[in-house]
């Protein structure tokens, strides 16, 4: 065999495992991520750490818990129900919230983020207020703040 043949034969070899290299790490830092998030209700916030295994698996588990609004964080990572009165909301355009409490921050709140709007109610922010609901979801703390995100209105019932 020739230098010239040699040369060419080394350097396919490596241009080739380059791109398997390449092609391997896109596939564990990026679709396996994305497999493992699934439909995230449109939230962009929180991200799926490659090899997380048991948050991914929670994220699915839809085991639901029957609790006490003011006890939600007991509950953080947990797919719950729970009732109670929507006492307050704001809608900043970008992410429309429901309380159960003036305080906020001292309870669980129901959150919509404005890809999911067209789902909902118009105005959600108003045709959820004063009502006495029931809602299942995924309690997850952001910002140390306990809420529930709401992808469909299929989560939250009006009741009588």
């Known amino acids: 065999m020739s230098g010239e043949n040699k040369n060419f034969f080394v350097r396919t070899a490596a241009i080739t495992a380059a791109a398997l290299l390449v092609v391997f790490c896109v596939k564990i830092w990026i679709v396996d991520v994305l497999k493992a998030d699934g439909k995230n209700s449109g939230d ?36 719950v129900e729970t009732e109670g009165t929507i006492a307050a909301s704001y809608n900043n355009g970008r992410i429309c919230y429901l309380n159960f ?53 299929e989560q939250i019932k009006i009741l009588k």
């Open 101 to 153: 409490d003036r305080d906020y921050k001292k309870y669980v709140a129901l959150v919509i983020f404005a890809d999911s709007y067209k789902k909902f109610p118009e105005k959600p922010e108003k045709y959820y207020l004063n009502k006495n609901i029931r809602v299942e979801g995924r309690i997850k703390e952001y910002k140390g703040r306990l809420e529930i995100v709401l992808g469909s209105p």
């Open 44 to 79: 962009t916030r929180s991200a799926v750490i490659p090899g997380d295994r048991e948050e991914s698996e929670a994220r699915w588990d839809k085991t639901k818990t029957k609790i006490d609004y003011k006890n939600a964080g007991k509950y953080s990572g947990k797919y």
